[in-house]
């Protein structure tokens, strides 16, 4: 409301108007100075006062809750059959499993990290290949050593030098062939070791490019490793050999007999 | 509005709703009825109504369903003959509350429906105006004339407390 001038002709609307709430702070406050100023009208004032209706705050209404509707609950997520959830936490495990062993794997992403782990596995390798060879040389020598003069004992004959001395060539064959190896793996490890970082960084990057095929930084190749495979395929023989010989003795059976009676001991066949 | 917004109109304005048809009517179950009836066109019209034009939707469906009782009723009592009627009429008890009651009553229905949204529910001009089709200058004078008749009966002689 415009803020105006009082005087007896308006102050009756301005009552009017401040008992229904349309005057503005200011409005009120010229209002109540007036009516202090001229107390005249201010019993017109309390009279239009009397007119505003009471609060009724206790009349509520008794069907409200007939009034209230459903409400739409929000659910995330549709329940499912208890399977699908299974089949869902196995993915997610499968997921979960996949993740951790490509990023425990995957070498690639720093190309300088990719080509200091060959160079730790090349040293690796060779260091297992040294330890391979002196625990085959500690066996072998011995064995010359020994066996012969047990063997004439034993047998009570005089063994055929020559095919022994076969045997321990083409023992010493493949030991030199693993030594071989060994040197090319040092002679591997020395030109990375060459290799400054910058070019490393190169080198990676392209191997990176070529993946699928096989590693170029082995120092071996596959066909290469026959002898060596020839030398566990005799391990695994043996081992069969024993355990057959084990089993053997495992289903002989003992009958002991005492005060009439006969003990079984062991498997009966 | 969603369903959420409707029931939140009903528990913040049914209260309201139902005093105001009541004390328009005189009649609690009619009032009741036309509460009910309110919300059941604003639920089916909940998709159209904003939720803060609920209350303004509620009370104008229910002030027109006054009106139409009022008309059925033939009742119409103007407010010259309200202030020719108060003189004589004697109220039985000396009691400022029911004494308004009284003369609200006497009112015409619209001016006692403007009284009832001025104070009950604190509407401004403009928004009494809005729910009863009326301009805001109607309201302002509709509402001043009704003040008069309602402060007249209280201080004549007959009603002085």
């Known amino acids: 409301m415009i803020n105006m001038t009082l005087n007896k002709e308006n102050i009756e609307e301005q009552i009017l108007l401040f008992i229904d709430g349309e ?6 406050q010229q209002l109540m100075t007036y009516i202090e100023a001229h107390p005249e009208h201010k019993a017109l004032l309390e009279a239009y006062m009397m ?3 009471a609060d009724e705050e206790h009349i509520v209404f008794p069907d409200k809750e007939l009034l209230l ?26 997921i979960a499993v996949s993740t951790v062993y490509i990023l425990k794997n995957d070498d690639t992403d720093n190309p300088l990290t990719a080509i200091n782990n060959k160079k730790s596995r090349v040293e690796k390798y060779v260091t297992a290949q040294q330890k391979d060879t002196s625990k085959v040389l500690a066996k072998i020598e011995p064995k010359q050593n020994k066996q012969t003069p047990t063997i004439q004992r034993q047998q009570g004959f005089k063994k055929d030098i020559s095919s022994k001395e076969e045997v321990v060539a083409r023992q010493k064959n493949d030991i030199d062939f693993i030594a071989t190896q060994q040197q090319l793996a040092m002679q591997n490890v020395s030109y990375i070791n060459a290799i400054p970082q910058e070019q490393l960084q190169v080198i990676a990057l392209a191997e990176k490019e070529e993946r699928g095929g096989l590693p170029q930084w082995l120092p071996i190749k596959e066909e290469n490793l026959q002898g060596l495979n020839e030398l566990v395929a005799k391990v695994q023989d043996l081992r069969e050999t024993i355990q057959e010989k084990k089993a053997q003795l495992k289903s002989q059976a003992i009958v002991l007999t005492v005060a009439g009676k006969e003990f079984t001991i062991g498997n009966k066949q | ?12 304005l049914s209260d309201s709703l139902y005093r105001f048809a009541w004390k328009s009517v005189g009649d609690g179950e009619m009032a ?9 066109t604003l639920w089916e019209s909940k998709d159209t109504v904003p939720f803060e034009k609920g209350k303004s939707y509620l009370f104008t469906i229910t002030y027109r369903r006054c009106m139409d009782v009022h008309r059925q009723r033939g009742r119409t009592v103007s407010a010259e003959n309200l202030h020719e009627n108060y003189s004589y009429e004697q109220p039985k008890i000396h009691d400022l509350k029911k004494t308004l009651q009284t003369a609200l009553n006497l009112l015409d229905e619209q001016s006692k429906n403007l009284v009832l949204l001025k104070d009950y529910e604190g509407y401004s001009y403009d928004e009494i105006a809005k729910v009863t089709d009326l301009n805001t200058t109607q309201v302002k004078v509709y509402l001043h004339r009704a003040r008069k008749v309602l402060k007249n009966y209280l201080v004549s002689k007959e009603h002085v407390i």
């Open chain 1, 69 to 94: 509707r459903k409400e739409e609950h929000i659910v995330p997520f549709k329940k499912k059959p208890v399977f699908a959830r299974i089949a869902a936490a196995a993915v997610l495990a499968l």
């Open chain 2, 1 to 12: 509005m969603n369903t959420t917004e409707y029931n939140q109109c009903v528990r913040e």
């Open chain 2, 32 to 40: 009741k009825d036309m509460v009910q009836q309110a919300f059941v």
């Open chain 1, 51 to 53: 007119t505003q209706l």
């Open chain 1, 23 to 28: 005057l503005n702070e200011v409005a009120e």
